[in-house]
């Protein structure tokens, strides 16, 4: 679902009243009378960001408090916190002890508190129009509202590989239309000012390894019961791989109803299959298991965009490229299968190879922590990587700022891939723009790069290992909204328990020494799972890997792609050479990062060929009778009416 949140301020009030889509939406208004939130809601759930949302809401006088997910602070509780919180700070403590994963809304006295999730799977979005600040759970009914144009720079920015770096990031494809940053929640002032508050801080890494195995492990069991009591039966994941299968496990340790589903891999060698059989044959009785034994041509990797119930495959929430987007048949088959099977929520292990995989400047953050215990990790992997001994002295000593970094990722975009050996100790990933990138894109990211170094954007931590961790959280966090959205069709919602907020806090708690030494895999997962998942899977060594549907999709989709190129967008705005892009796709190269070169630029071209490029407010609004002071019970799951707290 997307709703609008709207200060207390007349002008707030003005631009409903001449806007016709917004003055037939759901409203609950302000303590004084004007609107607050504005909801839409369709019961096909088409619209919906989330099929399966709950919707719970309070008040308390002049104070309202609302909660959006899948969540428990229901009922009696919400009131009591409505009723404790002297302020809007006050409801700091309600934010940390939520489990599961929502938005979280307070009206005080005219003052608004608006926030999302720490990893952006929930978030919140801004943008000035009408003289005020105007938020929303979603972009594009603001860039609707604003009429903003398509940002340019960040449409070229969304070409680098592998990802979009913060605080580039933070920035939709709509000019103007802005994320608010990870761990800090959105004031609006009656005066149509805004700020925003940070109200979350990275734990200091120093909980022992049991200790923060415990708190994970109690992390996870609530993060899967709190969906499992608010959608009913769920569906998961089973890939074979130890985060997702760690998921179904806790599904089935809380007693979750659960239909668990495995991709069997086209290659026949891939281990992920005997583990998710493996682990299959462990389960309950609460959780059944299918093997998805379809042809995986039709599912996997298409390079082109895919034609689907006479649509496409984009999120209609005009968020524009979507980060998985070669996925997109294999997950509109799942979503169709799970839905007509019961589920109305599947979970998916994205996060947990950030929160508990090994990142090089671990290494750099462990030295000036844990310096005795770093020293022989810090050997080890230096010799295992190949990495240059006078490299690797160099990068631990480093001690370059943020803006130092985005000076030199400037600089690099062009330059050569970075390979296995090179030693990577920095502030973000080395992130490159693909060959068919024009000098125009190039300037573009460079440029906004440059800008954001001379205004001195701080990182998403003061410790590069923990901004690298929250931004890669906010990655998937975005691909799990993406997904939410595109999936939502087919009355599904998709959520990702390894990025709720008390999971994170958790997982990033443990001593770095603990979370990283060397010859283990995973330990902090495998140390909380000890007794729920079986102990033969913990022990899994091997990893599967699937570049035989990568290649498979690649082949099969090379001529319709050669056939793009012919009207290339991206060429019309002079942002991509569509002959050089012919050519690597007809001669295709065996460089590492070739796939998700392609992969971005298809995804900002299918993008650009879709209708949310020019976003509009949606045409079908949920109108309770009186127009407000309740919330629309057309969700697929019930909702809470407004609520006075006692």
Known sequence: MDFLILPDHPAAEDLVARTPALGAATVIPHGSGRPWLLGWWDGAGDRDSGAGDAVQAVACGARRLAVFGHTRPAGDRLRRVLDRAGSLSGLDGAARSTAGCCHLVASFEGRVRAQGALSTARQIFTVRVAGVTVAASGPAPLAALAEAPCDEAVLAARLLTPYMPWPLSRRSVWRGVEAVTPGHWLELAPDGTARERRWWQRPAPETPLPQAAAALREALRESVRVRAESAGTLSADLSGGLDSTSLCFVADDVAAPTRTYHAVPLDPRNPDHRWARLAAAHFGSTVQHTDLAHDHSAR?????????????????????????????????????????????????????????????????????????????????????????????????????????????LAGKLTGPPPQRWQVGFGWTGELRMPAWSTPEAVDLVRGALLAEARAGTPPLDGDRFGHQVLEYLAFEGTTIRQTARAMARYGIGWEAPFLDDQVIEAALSVRLSERMPSGRFKPMLTAAMRGIV???????????????????????GKEAAVAMCAGLRLASRGLADADVLRTALLSPSDEGRYAAHLENTVAVEAWLRSPHTHPELPHTWTKSPDNQTELPHTSPLPTTPLKEAS
Do not use: C
């Not at 079986?534 to 099969?556: C, H, M, N, V, W």
């Open 300 to 408: 996997h990797f298409g390079l082109v965009a895919d034609e689907v119930d006479g649509g496409t495959d984009e999120p209609d929430g005009g968020e524009g490229p979507l980060n998985w987007r070669w996925g997109g048949p294999h997950l509109r088959a799942l979503s169709r299968t799970a839905a007509e099977a019961g589920s109305r929520l599947h979970l998916m292990g994205l996060g947990g190879d950030e929160l508990f995989g090994p990142l090089p400047n671990g290494l750099w953050a462990m030295l000036r922590t844990e310096p005795r215990v770093a020293l022989p990790q810090i050997r080890r992997r230096q010799l295992l990587n190949r990495w240059p001994l006078s490299a690797t002295v160099r990068g631990l000593a480093d001690r370059s700022g943020f803006p130092e970094a985005l000076r030199e």
């Open 534 to 556: 079986p102990q033969d899977i913990l022990d899994r060594t091997d990893k599967g890997e699937f570049s035989a549907e990568l290649y498979e999709g690649l082949a099969r």
